[in-house]
């Protein structure tokens, strides 16, 4: 069974561009999470889609934005992109039980020059 | 304000030996624990997890405890092994559902052949 996959896996963009990262989830899970790593740290929470619907926002300003489509696929969109925004993009998808965990693909690192 | 603290950025230990990683919560409502492994250039893979309601899960070589009055979690491999090398997350749910994960910052585990 395929698990979560990630497009595209590398990402170069200047300052002030945008961009955008897909998502494919695992058949069967309609939940999709988004997640920002930077070197040191770990990922940090940005949305949660559930049925096409937002279900959670972390604390990322509005140049963050995601969808979720009627396959379950999902895309993050970051605009104006600044320095800071270099990160290890991850997402992940789960079954909607509170004892089920999430599921990572590899991630999209993203580089802002 | 960390919510979720690994206070030991690496952990070194020989092969065969007991490897012990350690989690410390701040928030008493966080009622579901996970232990993610971490490989580079890979996703965040789901190890174990534990309930609020338990304070031990066993899966294999991998047990996890739980200390609710301690606010402590731990994750204990037996026997290590070198593939066990990796960065690993302690990872929490809060509030009955699992939208969001909470991550620890991650310990290097080294395993000396």
């Known amino acids: 069974d395929a698990g979560v996959t990630q497009s595209p896996t590398h990402l170069i963009k200047t300052r002030g561009q945008h961009v955008t990262l897909r998502c494919s989830p695992i058949?069967?899970?309609?939940?999709v999470s988004w997640y920002q790593q930077v070197l040191g740290q770990g990922p940090q929470f940005i949305f949660q889609?559930?049925?096409?619907?937002?279900?959670g926002r972390g604390n990322f300003p509005d140049r963050f934005s995601a969808r979720q489509f009627p396959n379950y696929s999902s895309e993050l969109n970051v605009n104006a992109l600044l320095l800071g925004d270099s990160a290890l993009y991850l997402c992940?998808?789960?079954?909607?039980?509170?004892?089920?965990?999430?599921?990572f693909g590899d991630g999209t690192r993203l580089s802002i020059l | 304000d960390q919510q979720v603290k690994q206070n030991s950025p690496s952990l070194s230990v020989q092969e065969g030996r007991i490897s012990i990683l350690n989690c410390d919560y701040t928030?008493?409502?966080?009622?579901?624990f996970l232990w993610y492994k971490k490989y580079p250039a890979e996703g965040p893979t789901f190890l174990i997890s534990?309930?609020?309601?338990?304070d031990k899960n066993e899966d294999g070589r991998f047990t996890v405890f739980l200390n609710k009055s301690a606010k402590h979690l731990s994750l204990h491999i037996v026997p290590s092994q070198p593939g066990d090398s990796a960065v690993y997350f302690c990872?929490?749910?809060?509030?009955?559902?699992?939208?969001?994960?909470?991550f620890g910052k991650g310990t290097l585990l080294t395993v000396n052949p």
């Open positions: 990872a929490v749910y809060s509030g009955g559902s699992n939208y969001k994960l909470t």
């Open positions: 534990i309930s609020s309601i338990k």
């Open positions: 889609y559930y049925e096409k619907e937002e279900r």
């Open positions: 992940a998808s789960s079954l909607p039980r509170s004892d089920q965990p999430q599921h």
């Open positions: 058949s069967g899970h309609k939940s």
């Open positions: 928030n008493s409502m966080f009622d579901y």
